[in-house]
């Protein structure tokens, strides 16, 4: 993500964390001030960290609009200071705020420019496995960790076929936080 692209980043992760905080409409301007300062403090983390921007285009534009977005953390220098629970290994890599804008979910034909074939994945695939081959490049970790709600189905069935396993999950006290259980999913990189 450069400079340029955090407002877009910042708009798609505050609607996105309000739909599944479900919270009115009203609080997305108070989490927009919230994200981009949590963007702007990772930004400063780099290259410990990274934030990756998918793009769509019509019909070969030159104008695209923000499909998606994740978060990576490659090593401990990088790791969020609070991350939620379980809490994934300080030192592993981790997988974060993934989020993909609402219109575009499950839109899984996409066209392969070198087969002519589609691609039968969305772009939530496409972001997890840009994000798995950039943490294979940046770190030296053998596992790679990442969250996921309990009740996101969609989510939790593309990391199982990607290769993660549940690690542990949430405490059914978390209910008492008002915040949603979660799986904590890990993945071998040698399978990466």
Known sequence: MREEEMDMTVSLLSESFAESMMMATSYVKLL???VKNYLIERREMMPHNA?????????GEEDFE??????????????NANPPTPTPPKNSPYICNMAVRKPLRRVLNLSNHV???????????????????????MSSSREVHLHCRMIDEGPFNMYTKAGYSVVKTDSILTLLTLQRRRHLMRKRTSCL
């Not at 499909?67 to 790791?79: C, I, N, S, W, Y």
């Not at 087969?115 to 490049?137: F, M, N, P």
Request: zero cysteines; glycine letters at 14%.
């Open 115 to 137: 087969t002519g074939y589609l691609v039968r994945r969305g772009i939530g695939w496409h972001l997890l496995k840009a994000g798995e081959e950039l943490i294979t490049k």
């Open 51 to 59: 934030t990756l921007l998918g793009v769509y285009r019509e019909n």
């Open 66 to 79: 923000l499909a998606g977005t994740v978060e990576l953390t490659f090593d401990r220098k990088g790791a």
């Open 32 to 34: 927009e001030f919230l």
